[in-house]
């Protein structure tokens, strides 16, 4: 599990998706996985108001993964080789734990997709 931040020709190249996080100094944590071959970043945040998030902390604030704000990294250069710095609590909360949090975001990304899906075919309600 790699944790990293986001090089700022990623935010130059998106600027215009407003559905990015802009915080440059934002924690991703890195998932490859094997759905459909592609690499995603997913961003710690906080007050998280939504289901779709792994959380990393036991205080009251919902704090974790954020599903619904991941990006796609497309090429190795939107990883910046500055090292993403983390709290102690939320390292701890995660560590030992990346089946469970691929497993969980590839649920996220197939609700996703048929949610979609759904909209696309004009049968969402």
Do not use: W
Request: contains cysteine; aromatic residues 16%; hydrophobic residues 30%.
């Amino acid at each position: 599990m790699e944790f990293i931040l986001l090089t700022e020709e990623f935010y130059n190249d998106f600027y215009n998706y407003k559905e990015i996080e802009t915080k440059q100094n934002r924690p991703y944590i890195l998932l490859r996985i094997c759905y459909n071959g592609l690499d995603f970043g997913v961003p710690f945040r906080s007050n998280i108001k939504h289901e779709h998030f792994h959380k990393t902390t036991t205080d009251k604030i919902n704090s974790g993964i954020d599903f619904s704000k991941s990006v796609i990294i497309t090429d190795e250069k939107y990883i910046s080789s500055s090292k993403a710095k983390l709290r102690d609590e939320e390292f701890k909360n995660i560590k030992g734990k990346e089946f469970i949090i691929k497993q969980k975001f590839v649920k996220y990304i197939k609700l996703y997709i048929k949610s979609y899906e759904k909209v696309k075919n004009g049968k969402a309600h």
